[in-house]
């Protein structure tokens, strides 16, 4: 037996030292072209490639059959490290599917907030109806998933909003009868048009919860990152979107799109001239970037820790942030594993410490993200140590 007392105090790990992430830090990554180019293939402009088979989404109509859609964003958020969920709530060719993703926050797993949109559609193409929200809120997944956040984030994309927010309501009423604490509901659909240089958008809410504070959240962001958006508060807001299906059981839930109720409306709308030819996309990766500030902001980042002490001996992971590789000095031997995961549990790589002081991981082949580690041996498991790869 090898000295195992004093590896056991080897997992109480203290972070002592952190540095900041920021919102804007979120902002910076998100990516216009990739944004665009997955609107272009969830509204059959381009051909893409779902489940490792080249193909084209020709609609997203559900009495169509839209599972080659769903298909296609479930794989997108899996390859994310995600935990998804392929809700077939209403089975068969031409039923309901909601796909959904959660984020779980590691302060307070329970407060939930949501980013949704529909991915069903009227006929065929609808780009901004509502592609434009489905890719935003896949581009928001791939790149929030890379942070901790202390509230969990659920991505969720609903069908058959287009016959009568079927997958929004199935969803909203099962977490209701849950007793989900769903702090917060942003719901977007149709956020791409802008045709009279107003750069207006509409906050679609009613007094119902907390939704004013969403509104108010939405129009001081604007402010503080100086987007090139005018908010336009609509109240009573519409109900003929998947928010109300939340509203409807007391959830505070606002519809954040275009300016819809100003005039200036998508004059394709559930027509097949729905296309992406019609978008301003400076107006929509405006959008996309509010969206995503508003998430990043309530869901609230929790900053990493760049040393570990532990008791009785010092443990230091060095540096951290790292480009390559990083040092893990156990200041006295240690016999165990080291295992690497990305934020949502997925495990990418694996190190066998044989009684060592201290051990390299290599992490030049992984991709730029935030990792945990975790040390373990056979009396337990450490606490995670967070690793930014740079
Ligand atoms: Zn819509």
């Not at 890719?135 to 942070?147: C, D, G, K, N, V």
């Not at 939704?211 to 604007?222: F, N, P, T």
């Not at 300016?259 to 001239?273: F, I, K, Q």
């Not at 980042?301 to 540096?319: A, K």
Request: with cysteine; hydrophobic share 40%.
């Amino acid at each position: 037996m090898k000295s195992t007392i004093i590896q056991f105090f080897l997992i109480m790990a203290l972070p002592i030292v952190s540095f900041g992430q920021t919102v804007n830090d979120i902002l910076e990554q998100v990516d216009s072209s990739r944004t665009v180019q997955m609107v272009r293939e969830l509204s059959g402009e381009d051909s893409t490639i779902v489940n490792d088979v080249p193909t084209i989404i020709t609609h997203r109509v559900s009495g169509l059959d839209n599972n080659l859609a769903a298909e296609y964003i479930k794989e997108k958020l899996i390859d994310l490290g995600l935990d998804v969920t392929d809700d077939v709530y209403s089975p068969g060719n031409t039923g309901g599917r909601n796909i959904y993703a959660k984020q779980l926050g590691s302060v307070y797993p329970d407060s939930i907030f949501i980013i949704c949109g529909h991915y069903d559609a009227k006929v065929e193409y609808c780009a901004d109806d509502n592609a434009s929200a489905v890719a935003a809120i896949l581009e928001a997944a791939r790149i929030m998933s890379q942070y901790e956040f202390e509230n969990t984030i659920i991505y969720a994309l609903w069908d058959q909003e287009e016959i009568g927010l079927v997958g929004a309501k199935n969803y909203a009423n099962k977490a209701a009868a849950n007793g989900d604490k769903i702090i917060a509901v942003l719901n977007m659909d149709m956020m791409a048009y802008e045709n009279d240089g107003d750069n207006l958008f509409d906050i679609d809410v009613r007094n119902i919860a907390n939704s004013y504070q969403i509104r108010d959240d939405l129009i001081a962001l604007v402010t503080t990152y100086g987007f090139n958006l005018v908010p336009n508060v609509v109240d009573p807001g519409t109900s003929a979107s998947d928010h109300s299906a939340f509203w409807t059981q007391g959830y505070s839930a606002v519809l954040f799109g275009e300016a819809w109720s100003t005039g200036d409306r998508n004059p394709a709308y559930h027509s097949v001239g729905d296309r992406i030819n019609l978008f301003d996309l400076e107006y929509y990766y405006n959008m996309v970037k509010l969206s995503i500030a508003y998430m990043a902001t309530k869901a609230v980042l929790v900053p990493i820790s760049s040393v570990l002490l532990l008791d009785p001996s010092n443990m230091l992971v060095h540096p951290n942030p790292t480009a390559n590789t990083v040092t893990i000095d156990f200041g006295q031997q240690f016999v165990g594993k080291l295992v690497v995961y990305t934020l949502n549990g997925k495990r990418v790589l694996s190190q066998k410490i044989e009684d060592e002081t201290s051990a390299e991981i290599d992490m030049s082949t992984l991709p730029s993200a935030l990792y945990l580690l975790k040390i373990e041996n056979e009396f337990g498991e450490s606490t995670m140590v967070k690793i930014l790869k740079e």
